[in-house]
Every structure is written in C-alpha cells, then in structure tokens.
C-alpha cells in the first residue's frame, strides 16, 4: 500500500462516519455541521481522483452556499425537535423498505464487472498540458449534451414552481402584484401638493423681572 491508500481510507471512514451522524444526530443544526464535514471529505477523495474541479465546486457550491442556507433556516425556523421526533418511527415501514432497496442496488452495482480489479487498475498517465476541467466540459457539450439539457430543463422548472408557490396570494402575507408594478404611472406614485406659504412669526421679548413687579 502507498501512501495515498491510506489517505483514502482515512478520509472514507471519516467520511461514512459523518455520514452516520447526519441522519442519527438529535439536533438539526449538528446534523448541517456534520454534512458539512462530509462534503469536505468528498472532496477530499476528489482530490485524490485528480478531479480538481468537482472537488472546488463541491466545496464552493454546497459548502459555501446550499449548507450556509440550510444552517440559517434551520436556526431561523426554531423547529420542534420533540415534535420531530414523535412521528420518526411512524415512517419506518416505508423508510426500511426503501433503504433495503437501496443497499440492494448499491451491491449489485458494485459487485458488477465495472468494479472488477481489472478494472480497477492505476489511471493511464496523461500529458502535461492535460486539464480535467476542459476535458469534462468536452464530455458534458459533446457526449452527455442532451442529458445536460435535460437536467437544465429540470432545474428551470423547479426555479419556475418555487417562484409560483412564493408568488401566491395568502391572507396573512403581503402579495405585490407584478403586472400592476409595470403598469404604474409617475402620477400613481408622486402627487403634488400646493400649500399656502407661511408668514415668519417673530417671538416677543420678555419684559425685564424688574418692570413686572411693579
């Protein structure tokens, strides 16, 4: 074993670690943290794939925006966590199916030929000016161009329904419509009003103490 093998086998069992707590961790706040120290473990593993780029966009995209919102609505919602917890086993009979059929499919992929050790093999050395980042957006625009477009299709649709859901009237929130924001006239918004001027009053000057007593 070189010394990258032991690398990898410590950031996976840190990883699957983290892993394990995210969904067994009581507060929801702990469970983000450990995600977070999950991703940053992937990546790590990414890095040892010489996938330079997955591992800065994991960091950066999940890390940096997706965990930092989860931490602010979770910490802004003030969830009940004895509340949560009171229905937890009443998913079981749906969840434990669901995670047998997952594992099921986790081992028949990895027990398939592609995971084979002769398959496995060491990467083929590449050329110095060889860049993984050009070589993904080759596979993405060339060879993978309509499932790209239809997962782009996929998210537009999501970002089209979740402004839908927002933009809905409710009785206890203000809704603003957006037509009657365009059709607004100069007219509508400010209105001029003449006022008569006023005179400058000039304040009297008090009698001297002396003069008042007499």
Do not use: C
Request: glycine share 4%; net charge neutral; proline share 6%.
């Amino acid at each position: 074993m070189i010394f990258q093998d032991y690398v990898f086998y410590a950031l996976a069992t840190i990883l699957l670690f983290a892993g394990l707590r995210v969904i067994t961790a009581r507060n929801p706040v702990h469970a983000a943290l450990f995600l977070v120290l999950a991703f940053f473990t992937a990546a790590g593993i990414w890095l040892l794939l010489e996938a330079e780029f997955l591992a800065i966009a994991l960091v950066l995209v999940y890390v940096g925006a997706v965990m930092v919102l989860f931490l602010f609505v979770v910490m802004m919602l003030d969830i009940n966590l004895d509340k949560l917890r009171e229905g937890f086993w009443n998913a079981l009979p749906i969840a434990l199916p669901i995670g047998l059929l997952m594992a099921a499919e986790m081992i028949m992929i990895l027990s398939s030929k592609h995971f084979s050790p002769d398959m496995m093999s060491a990467p083929t050395p590449r050329p110095a000016g060889y860049s993984n980042t050009a070589e993904l957006g080759r596979q993405l625009y060339t060879d993978y161009l309509l499932p790209f477009e239809l997962a782009s299709v996929v998210l537009l649709v999501a970002i089209v329904a979740a402004i839908a859901l927002t933009l809905r009237e409710r009785k206890d929130s203000k809704f603003i419509d957006p037509a009657a924001q365009v059709r607004v006239k100069r007219a509508d918004r400010i209105r001029i009003v003449s006022m008569p001027s006023e005179k400058e009053i000039t304040p009297e000057t008090p009698e001297p103490a002396a003069e008042k007593k007499r």
